[in-house]
């Protein structure tokens, strides 16, 4: 059974930075591309950042370009979002995604597996 689980999200002050993880577990593929979405309620879900199987290929959204990083540990089955000058406008709850094929995609369809999601507030 494949399990994504998301953790580190909580509150920061706007100009903050803040990391969050993904663990992916029991995909039994050796490789899968991950990507970051976020999701107000209400809203659309925002696809936030993907990266590759091996970590050498990266997307970032326009509006988060410059400020977030994505990353990877495949030893661990962690994928990392580093989050840094942070506003209100990236208050939102994130999710991870886990997709058995090798190349970045923002596109949701392409994920088989999803998170719970972890919440993020940005706030003074």
């Known amino acids: 059974q494949v399990r994504v689980v998301e953790s580190g999200g909580g509150s920061v002050q706007p100009g903050g930075s803040l990391r969050i993880s993904c663990v992916v577990s029991g995909i039994t593929r050796e490789d899968y591309a991950v990507g970051w979405f976020r999701q107000a309620p209400g809203k659309e879900r925002e696809p936030i950042s993907s990266?590759?199987?091996?970590?050498?290929?990266?997307n970032v959204a326009d509006s988060v370009r410059g400020r977030f990083t994505i990353s990877r540990d495949n030893d661990a089955n962690t994928v990392y979002l580093q989050m840094n000058s942070m506003t209100p406008e990236d208050t939102d709850v994130y999710y991870c995604a886990a997709g058995e094929c090798r190349l970045a995609t923002m596109n949701a369809a392409t994920y088989d597996y999803w998170g719970q999601g972890t919440k993020v507030i940005v706030s003074s």
């Open positions: 990266i590759s199987a091996e970590g050498d290929t990266t």
